[in-house]
């Protein structure tokens, strides 16, 4: 069997960028791992395996998906490996994305038990399997297309973002999104009876969507949603407000239209945090009058008060320990003249920040621009012959004196 009957295409193998490479017979299989959608890095690859052999491996196929199995068979796997595993029904065909050790910690994060039945690897895929597994995929986005304007004739209220096939072609899976139920009986049949394959329908959120087509988000990296998040869980604005940050929906929504899932990220320390904080349904009393909860600054342990309820002007920042002083006083019925201390000012100090070498400026670099071009005339002076002509007039009073 010849080269050019062997070797795969790059862009065809669109499930994470790996190519097939039969110049290299070392390592034929070249993986770019940071163009797969939940990237899992094994960590544990440059140490000795343990005695029991894990014989479960995670193979990744087209965008997010992910499943284990097992390889009864002890075939040697490594990441890469372009593999033929059980389907229902056929077979399909997959990227091994982990092997080892490490995938034991993956079951236990994914809440799977080892008793589990895993579904089988049969072998390393053929180079007729990789052929057929190319023609399903070049197929993909024209089967998309037309589904899509099935369920518009149909005027079903639903979005066919994605169509995956399996790798011997006999099944698809259609994943769509919908707001609301939608009976797509008709349409599977009209799928089925044009394909002549069988149809699994799949609803999916906007948060899988998301996930499923990638993206940069605010903070300049890459979704969370398509590198390490695969279960998904309810984020409300309650998390916002414990990390007191701004309600405003352009800022807490994500790509996706929904509340960012980084929300839930530092959650659980700003609760903590919190728990040495006083309510902020407590008023503070002094001589100058009532004064109500306006934001509190955790990390800094700085609260906000200000005399006007419904208008937050003048508010004056306190500390944490000047809070609890005057809670206790009141508590007695003692009524401190002010709220602040006498060196307020000395509270922003606690903040343990100083821009001693001036990086945060927004006007540094604005003197060193001024003083390079002040500098450059110089420069070019001792280049050009007006310089010269300046020194000549001396060279020849020199010689007069000599003389």
Known sequence: MNRDEIMISEGKISRGCTKVDFEDLARPVHTSDGCCKLNVENWLKD???????????EVRFKNTRKEFYSNINNIPLRNGDIIAVEASPGHDIGIVSLVGDLVYLQLKKNGISLDSEFKRIYRKAKILDVEKWELAIESEIPTMLKARKLAEELKLNMKIGDVEFQGDKTKAIFYYIAEERVDFRALIRILADTFRIRIEMRQIGARQEAGRIGGIGPCGRELCCATHIKSFVSVSTNSARNQELSLNPQKLAGQCGKLKCCLNFEIDCYIDAQKDFPSSTIELKSKNGTAFHVKTE?????LWYSYDKEHAFNAIPLPLERVREIIKLNSKGVIPDELSEKNPVNMFNVVGYE????QESLTRFDDKEKAKKKKKPNRHRSKNGNSEKQHKPKKENNRKENK
């Open 298 to 302: 955790i990390y800094k342990k700085i």
């Open 355 to 358: 821009d001693t070498v001036g």
């Open 47 to 57: 140490l000795p395996q343990s005695a029991k052999v894990c014989n479960i491996v």
